[in-house]
């Protein structure tokens, strides 16, 4: 596997269940990020992390809830979700935070779907 | 902060027209300057980036970009459009650790 993974590509889940998200970067990055991208919205930066510290929550409701167990690894635990939570999760990895180099290199995302 | 904005949601080619997309970026001149491309249901592709060791940027598929600071602007720019450049493109600065995205500019190329 090359740069980076998510896994699964795509979700349907009930209001109700409990699902993760799943990324991984083969990069040898640091830092990494999780954005919600629904349509017709801009791209939002949900969490941060660096050197597995979360560094960056943007007010995300609590039903969202990342997990960080190394730099290479970060999940995204769903629980109790609403349908306007239906959108394209992706993650991203970069140099450390403040590295000097933002370049951020993104997975292919995960479409949600909640019923 | 920094902040980024990309001037039309929504921009319509023939192909083998110029494209051209707009991106200003804020009062502080940033270190790099990103422009990204989304393909349907697919991520962010890195198009190119600017680091302040020159003006004019080259990228990949024949686009590239030009930073001027006296308008504070980041333009993408491909000379001859193809069906195959249609896609969502992004503009994007740095900001104390993070990437600050614009809004996005959706490229239709029409036959």
């Known amino acids: 596997e090359t740069g980076v993974t998510q896994t699964p590509r795509h979700l349907v889940m009930g209001m109700t269940n409990k699902k993760s998200l799943k990324c991984e970067q083969h990069?040898?990055?640091?830092?990494m990020y999780w954005y919600k991208q629904s349509a017709k919205k801009p791209l939002e930066l949900m969490f941060v992390?660096?050197?597995?510290?979360?560094?960056e929550n943007n007010s995300v409701p609590s039903r969202f809830s990342p997990e960080c167990p190394n730099s290479s690894h970060l999940f995204l635990h769903l629980h109790t979700l609403q349908p306007e939570d239906s959108a394209l999760y992706l993650c991203?990895?970069?140099?450390?935070?403040?590295?000097?180099?933002?370049?951020?290199?993104f997975g292919p995302g995960t479409r949600l779907t909640v019923t | 902060a920094q902040s980024v904005t990309q001037l039309g949601s929504h921009v319509s080619v023939s192909e083998g027209a110029l494209v051209l997309l707009r991106c200003n970026y804020s009062?502080?001149?940033?270190?790099?300057l990103f422009w990204y491309v989304q393909y349907p249901n697919q991520g962010l592709q890195l198009l190119l980036k600017?680091?302040?060791?020159?003006?004019l940027v080259k990228g990949i598929n024949g686009f590239e970009a030009e930073f001027k600071k006296s308008e504070t602007s980041f333009h993408l720019t491909k000379p001859s459009a193809h069906m195959s450049d249609a896609a969502e493109y992004f503009c994007?600065?740095?900001?104390?650790?993070?990437?600050?995205f614009g809004q996005g500019t959706t490229l239709q190329v029409k036959p």
């Open positions: 991203a990895s970069s140099q450390a935070l403040l590295a000097g180099n933002y370049e951020q290199y």
């Open positions: 990069l040898g990055h640091n830092a």
């Open positions: 992390y660096n050197f597995k510290e979360q560094t």
């Open positions: 009062s502080s001149v940033p270190p790099y």
């Open positions: 600017y680091t302040s060791a020159a003006t």
């Open positions: 994007a600065a740095p900001d104390t650790g993070k990437l600050i």
